[in-house]
């Protein structure tokens, strides 16, 4: 539930106070994301990276990171080191290139994204910014549990995340509503407890009375590799094994295993990315299940103009549509160019009640996923 | 709680139906241990692996496993190549150089150890061997719940692991007893059930009957990274700062937010090779709240003629220690050469009640480790 690296970066905090860092200047800091006792990558306050490999024998080394390569330089000890220009804050993938084979830092946590382990690293933001996804050792905190299922629909043992809230332990029959949450392409059913911070959001926003208490379950997408990974594969059929899995499977699971509100009212799909795009898929042929729909950075690449066509026509009728769905949110990055908004615009036009978030400066990355999880909380389940 | 790579390696078995591999052979499968669509590393019937890398820039590449370096071989499109001699069956850590830097194989998932992120790899035991420690569909699971707290003795944000038993959901007010279970050097909270497997194991024992339904605490002795690696830390210094933590934080928080058995007979700590040699500093020198206690593998590195002046003489009056401590576990490996067995005789010898189990041809290893855990539960709690 806590990000892997929140109390890593705090062990570091506690052992760079009794090794300081060779060679790194004072006001640079340890990024959180690192393992215990690293020293690099490092964070200078306007934002730029600084990584640090120690390969003798390598001709040639790379930090590859938000679309860009940046060389690192060798010193006499075989040390290379490179700074990045200043990073967007937030959460970021990369690789280094040694030899041109991408691989992890060793001195980064791994993290499942880019359909593999991947290192990564966290730009912060503000106190005030990043409050919303920080631990606060002054709230209660809920619980996120791994479970295994066997999903008769595939023939295998599953694993879920579920995250239930701090109550849930001494709430006696009290029954919550249920969130299921995607990830994006490439990634995983860990993506949003590891990189997405869900447990702090939902903590924080269940301790201030914003949103209601409610239980979020995580699984696998059957996308969590790279699209055209998988031979013969059309985008289409992309992940499209999930809905009769989740519908199927992880549904009754959840229903049989924990306290839940098993109507519609107080069902929720929301997904980022291709998870956005399945989400869509899943709720809209399934409006008997679920009352609240999300897409973060949505993959909703279809033409607004036909709006009243999609999904079976679910939009022609928006009298239907509007005392069905409760909520259906569109969050979107600033610097995306997705389209969103001229969807949110023509859904608007066809009468379709819809929330579009656009968040401020931000990409197709985590931290527009995190803000839109956030915006996204306080209006389901009222 | 599942093993991250069961799922995967499921998925994996079906992707492979539809893309076979190339050039792979038709007895060798593809190691449980691999990441969504990964065709390598794969396993031979003989226990041999087989490592695939393409590194067209690379001028040399290794395969490092079990202690040796195997060179592997390019082919003309850049892909390197190795097959291993046969390997022992369980669990292993391994890396790949890549022009000599020590790198996590892509295709792989990534498991704490080694004091950073590693690749690693399953050979498989027969199905017989390995069902203590396999996914059972017909019997009922437990959760492993990830949850966060505060430590005021590390003034730092900490997180633990807790296995909960599938009654646990539905017991009312029915109350456990606590097992903390510890890693090794290098490793971390994720260990035990990563790579130790000890949800299954847990779950299948406790659907057997054959051991106590019981809550698992598993957290990070401090010890995460290798020894020497934080300047001016003596080998007793390691991890020490974790007991401190354990009593005045961790079983706080344990007894507080779960449905626990507080008395001392029913709270019990083990641990692996250093988190034996933690279990025995904490657990002696505080019988007044464990009545249980295992190492496996423990590095326990005292002259075993001195046993009577260990730990504060706790092993001096035989009559004593019998009453107080239930169970006392010591697991080896056959092939270690600890000298845990004299340890063992010479505990008998001073009148102390033990339990010496040897885990029949393995090495310091995490197949040693679930053979220890699935000997340790049942004589525990009883």
Partial sequence: MRKTYL?????????????????????????????PEAQYPRVHPDGKAEFRLHAPGAKDVKVDICGKKYDMTRDADGNWT???????????YYFLLVDGVSV??????????CGRMSGGIEIPESTEASAYYTFNP????????????????????????????????TSGDKRYPVLYL??????????????????????????AGKCEPMIVVMDYG????????????????FGATFTPILLNDIIP????????????DNRAMAGLSWGGHQTLQTT?????KFAHIGTFSGALFFDPAKIKELYGGVFADAGSFNSRVKTLFLGIGSEENFGTEKISAALTEAGINNTLYISPGTHHEWLTWRRCLNEFLPLIFK
């Fill in 253 to 264: 699971y959840i229903d049989s295993t924990f306290r839940t509100k098993t109507d519609r």
């Fill in 138 to 169: 002054e709230t209660r905190h809920g619980q996120v549990r791994e479970c295994q299922y066997f999903s008769k629909t595939e023939n295998a043992a599953r694993r879920c995340f579920i995250y239930t809230p701090a109550e849930y332990e």
């Fill in 104 to 113: 992890i830092d060793p001195a980064s946590e791994a993290f499942y994204g």
């Fill in 222 to 237: 059957n996308c969590g590799y790279i699209h055209g990974a998988r031979k013969g594969e059309k985008r289409d059929d």
């Fill in 284 to 288: 809209l042929y399934n409006l008997d």
């Fill in 7 to 35: 109390a890593t970066a705090l062990l570091v905090a506690v052992a760079t106070m009794t090794t300081p860092a060779q060679a790194a200047d004072a006001t640079s800091v340890v990024a959180t994301t690192v393992i």
């Fill in 82 to 92: 490179a700074t990045t220009d200043p990073l967007v804050v937030g959460f970021h």
């Fill in 182 to 207: 995607q990830h994006g392409m490439g990634e995983d059913e860990r993506g949003w407890h590891q990189q997405g911070m869900m447990a702090n959001i939902l903590d924080n926003q269940i301790a």
